[in-house]
């Protein structure tokens, strides 16, 4: 859904470097969701914010791997230390409510690690 | 046991067919269902939702949900290749939000 602005769409990061992938989520939509998805794989839930709160962070890799949802701003998914295997289409989705609302999905940043 | 499985496909149907989309899921107690649609290298688009037993129309989709066998399906009438694309089977887990547990997806093919 164009409403929901992720970048950059495409990021190429050298191994050990730090990846920043942001999304705006669409007008009046104070939820935000990230979800990644490997390589012939399913999209898999990472991380659940409400401005300035983490709600449900169950999906996220223990270690490397953060998020924020600021009062001003985008979102942040934060990568540090990049491996290979975090190569993958992140996706940023936001709905204006909770479970009885659907989620759309901005178009994805798709990161390579060389 | 995967949480939502769908058959990986590809399913072939010619222009004008009927298209049968089949999910099943193994939490028992999800309330809400959802239907997207991927094409090759682009986001998720929302096709349908689902909330209650039996069927929900919008347009050439129609979303099937029946709790007491776990199953979800969804219908796509007079078929495009436009419709070529793999769609995704969404189970919401979240209490109070969306937690999106996906199927694999199932690849379709509309050929003309």
Not at chain 2, 43 to 71: C, V, W
Request: proline content about 5%; glycine content about 8%.
């Amino acid at each position: 859904n164009a409403g929901v602005m992720q970048n950059p769409r495409h990021l190429v990061r050298r191994r050990g470097q730090e990846a920043r992938l942001r999304c705006s989520p669409m007008k009046g939509h104070s939820h935000v969701y990230w979800y990644r998805q490997l390589p012939e794989e399913g999209l898999k839930f990472m991380v659940y914010l409400q401005k300035e709160n983490i709600i449900d962070e169950s999906g996220m890799p223990k270690e490397r791997f953060s998020a924020e949802f600021p009062k001003e701003g985008p979102s942040i998914l934060r990568i540090q230390q990049v491996v290979r295997g975090d190569s993958a289409a992140y996706f940023c989705a936001s709905s204006p409510l909770g479970a009885l609302t659907e989620a759309f999905f901005g178009q994805g940043t798709r990161l390579t690690v060389v | 046991q995967k949480e939502v499985e769908q058959n990986s496909g590809p399913l072939s149907v010619p222009e004008g067919a009927i298209a049968s989309l089949n999910c099943t899921y193994s939490d028992r107690g999800s309330q809400s269902f959802f239907w997207y649609r991927q094409y090759s290298g682009k986001s998720p688009e929302l096709i349908m939702s689902i909330y209650s037993n039996g069927d929900k129309e919008d347009g050439r989709f129609t979303a099937q949900l029946n709790k007491a066998s776990q199953y979800v399906s969804l219908l796509i009438r007079d078929s495009q290749p436009s419709d070529s694309a793999t769609y995704l089977c969404a189970v919401n887990r979240g209490t109070g939000f969306q937690k999106l547990v996906f199927g694999t997806g199932t690849r379709l093919l509309v050929s003309p």
